[in-house]
């Protein structure tokens, strides 16, 4: 009989293999300055800045009167599962079985639950950089290839046919796709879709699982409208569409997020993740999300949000591409906007600071990592930095995403500050040499 060898260290190393997600990071950084008096004005998270609409409250407060605060269906309860079959079934032209549907505490978990059910260790997993991060964060947490496909300014951030199919090898095993996206606002057109849709079907085989985040699905402007891959023929069976109620209700404290999966075994199977994982979500939250699926009122709400969602994006683009030194393309859905900052960054001094830096703090900061942390400290502006958004692909790409969920005078007040560290080489230069941490 043989014994195992007693622990070497107290945590196991797939701790340290597993990344994170750098908005929420920061927070405490900002707390740091706001400590010392500063009011910082915060475009870093991704959070709609209007209440729970009225209606979905109440039907929270009615379930929870009504004694529904128990255990439940782990699959989540048939009523939501029905409403968010229904709901996906007008609007993108399928039939969805509820029995294909699984619902999460957020849109979280089945990520990491799609990683862990169709990626093997040494398979390739292809994702967008930049993209939303935990895309990539659980990547090396199983073991698996990092596939970044790099979107470019000059494309419109768009992911294209040309950019996805020298990625594809046999060995792919999952493949990620954002639309609209975070962190670039970028909406999909149908061509773009129908490429992509021709392409994988083409290339990969049956057993290939495309994972759409459409977390962002009602927000879009200027006309445009969200269309899954998974409404592309041959692609439902092939596709989980993954949303919840965060983005679109302005609830993301609700946390309950949704998957559809190609079939009824897959759902299955995260109903078996599910059960290890968390039991079941408050049903109180499922009949909240029902009413928002079902009702007409919904969609006076959402309709209130986008129209401010997109003036001010109006507001901030203008106002960041009036700054010299930073450009700004026209975001065509989520909230936020994307600006290149490169012309600022060179500016400053911060390129050159960064090449100055020790090995050890450049692995863990780029360029516009340190101007986000200048602007904190020197101008009260919280926004993310480019590598925040899948580090692998962000080398050399000088971006900050500024979240516009926030008020029109707190947007304008953010991009005049900006405006200002955007020429102030000497305080710039002041702060790095202060003795502040440049990583985030």
């Given amino acids: 009989m043989t014994t195992a060898a007693p622990p070497q260290a107290l945590f196991a190393d797939r701790v340290h293999r597993i990344g994170t997600e750098a908005a929420f990071a920061f927070g405490a950084r900002i707390a740091e300055v706001e400590a010392g008096g500063a009011r910082v004005i915060r475009c870093n998270l991704g959070q709609p800045d209007f209440p729970l609409p009225a209606h979905i409250a109440e039907a929270v407060k009615r379930a929870i009167d009504a004694g529904l605060t128990t255990y439940c269906d782990p699959q989540g309860i048939p009523e939501l599962r029905a409403a968010v079959a229904e709901s996906l079934s007008e609007r993108h032209g399928l039939d969805i079985?509820?029995?294909?549907?699984?619902?999460?505490?957020?849109?979280r978990p089945p990520i990491g639950?799609?990683?862990?059910?169709?990626?093997?260790?040494?398979?390739e997993v292809i994702y967008p950089s930049p993209g939303y991060p935990l895309f990539e964060s659980f990547i090396p947490y199983f073991r698996c290839i990092p596939i970044p496909v790099i979107l470019r300014e000059e494309d419109g951030f768009g992911l294209t046919r040309e950019l996805l199919e020298p990625l594809l090898s046999e060995r792919t095993g999952l493949i990620f796709l954002n639309f609209p996206s975070n962190p670039t606002g970028g909406v999909a057109t149908r061509q773009q879709l129908e490429g992509l849709a021709e392409l994988i079907l083409e290339r990969t085989g049956p057993h290939v699982r495309v994972y759409s985040d459409e977390s962002y699905e009602a927000i879009t402007f200027d006309g445009d409208a969200h269309i899954s891959i998974a409404s592309m023929p041959g692609m439902e069976e092939r596709t989980i569409i993954a949303s919840g109620v965060s983005k679109t209700y302005a609830w993301t404290g609700g946390r309950v997020g949704w998957a559809v999966y190609p079939t009824v075994e897959e759902a299955l199977v995260h109903r078996k993740l599910a059960i290890n994982y968390f039991a079941s979500i408050p049903p109180y939250n499922q009949w909240g999300a029902i009413e928002a699926l079902r009702s007409p009122e919904s969609e006076v709400a959402i309709r209130r949000m986008v129209e401010a969602f997109q003036r001010r994006r109006d507001l901030v683009v203008a106002g960041l591409n009036r700054i010299e030194g930073i450009r700004c393309q026209m975001p065509k859905g989520a909230f936020y906007a994307?600006?290149?900052?490169?012309?600022?960054?060179?500016?400053?001094?911060?390129?050159?600071?960064f090449q100055r830096l020790g090995e050890d703090v450049k692995c863990n900061s780029s360029p516009s990592t340190l101007f986000?942390?200048?602007?904190?400290?020197?101008?009260?502006?919280?926004?993310?930095?480019r590598r925040s958004f899948s580090e692998l692909g962000s080398e050399g790409q000088h971006f900050l995403r500024i979240s516009t969920a926030n008020s029109d005078d707190e947007l304008a007040e953010a991009v005049r500050r900006i405006a200002e560290a955007a020429v102030d080489e000497a305080g710039f230069q002041r702060f790095v040499s202060s003795g502040v941490r440049l990583t985030l």
């Fill in 372 to 385: 986000q942390l200048f602007l904190l400290h020197e101008y009260h502006v919280a926004a993310m930095d």
């Fill in 338 to 353: 994307f600006p290149n900052i490169a012309g600022a960054l060179e500016r400053i001094g911060a390129l050159d600071a």
């Fill in 97 to 107: 079985d509820p029995r294909r549907v699984v619902i999460y505490p957020g849109g």
């Fill in 113 to 123: 639950f799609a990683h862990m059910a169709y990626s093997e260790a040494d398979e």
